[in-house]
């Protein structure tokens, strides 16, 4: 798919029109007629993570029409879904209809971990960093997975492993597969009508990730107990390595970001894109969404 990366319409009259014509949508997502959005600002792994379902698999997401840079930031332009969130239809579903939805997302995530994962790394849906806001607001990888698991303890001195826990001692020692993987599979995220899911959205965290960041990533907010049933319902269960996040979740926050922390010692906090990476692209002229001035801030 060709995408589009600027405007014909300048895009802050779309915004502004759309505001006055359509209700509230969110404060990330505006919708500019009938039938399409525009979502920003959002970084490059969501684009890449849409256009790569939409030419392998077929699985509902929006369907994705074009980029567009506002501010010096990039925007999303892409179908809009009728229906509403399962967060907000929840409680109006009856127990057959969770089950439905439940057996719908097993699916998808099924067809989605089927994926072939063009390197063991961690990584977008092209290769390029990926982002999580579970670890914080910059860039990552493409690494293996033992460096993740790295970035995500903190870099932590191995003789203060067990300040975390046993459980991630077990995890961070352990081999896993890389699948693709949503990572924000939240009832916020996903649409329903007259009971089943017609579309997965936001897919700003997506990309190559060890098999279980699916599990714990569920996990990450406040879940009440028939959402978490679904969850073990939709995924494949991974305990311990539940168990091994929330210990991180509670000593490690954001390990991404420079935040206070109860561990003591760390070798380097934070995370960037892997040098191999940047190396690949220095001195190239490149015209990509990489490239953008949106990003350069976070990848510098």
């Not at 698999?57 to 074009?66: H, S």
């Not at 010096?72 to 579903?93: C, D, F, R, V």
């Not at 939805?101 to 790394?121: E, F, G, M």
């Not at 091994?244 to 922390?261: A, D, H, V, Y």
Request: net charge neutral; charged share 25%; proline share 6%.
């Amino acid at each position: 798919m060709g995408l589009f990366i600027g405007t014909i319409f300048p895009t802050r009259w779309r915004l502004w029109l759309g505001r006055q014509l359509f209700a509230h949508i969110d404060e990330k997502v505006t919708r500019i007629s009938w039938h399409r959005i525009v979502k920003g600002h959002c970084d490059p792994p969501e684009v890449e993570a849409m256009q790569y379902i939409a030419s392998n698999i077929n699985i509902p997401i929006p369907k994705l029409y074009g980029t567009h840079i506002h501010d010096g930031k990039l925007y999303i332009e892409m179908e809009y879904i009728p229906g509403e969130t399962l967060e907000n239809a929840w409680k109006s579903l009856s127990s057959g209809q969770h089950i439905a939805i439940a057996a719908d997302i097993r699916h998808y995530i099924s067809v989605l971990r089927a994926l072939q994962p063009p390197t063991d790394l961690v990584s977008s849906a092209f290769q390029n960093p990926a982002s999580d806001f579970r670890i914080g607001y910059r860039f990552l990888g493409p690494v293996p997975v033992s460096e993740f698991h790295s970035i995500i303890r903190g870099h932590l001195h191995r003789d203060d492993w067990h300040l975390i826990g046993k459980e991630m001692e077990v995890v961070h020692t352990s081999n896993y597969k890389i699948c693709f993987t949503h990572a924000d599979l939240a009832p916020r995220n996903i649409m329903v009508r007259n009971g089943r899911v017609v579309s997965i959205i936001d897919w700003a965290c997506s990309g190559w990730f060890p098999e279980y960041w699916e599990f714990t990533r569920a996990h990450y907010f406040f879940l009440n107990k028939d959402w978490r049933d679904t969850i073990r319902l939709a995924l494949p269960c991974y305990e311990t390595e539940l168990k091994s996040e929330q210990s991180l979740w509670r000593m490690i926050p954001e390990p991404g970001n420079k935040t206070f922390t109860s561990v003591p010692r760390f070798d380097k906090p934070g995370s960037n894109p892997s040098d191999a990476w940047l190396d690949s692209r220095e001195g190239r002229h490149l015209d990509d969404l990489w490239s953008l001035r949106s990003v350069q801030g976070r990848i510098t």
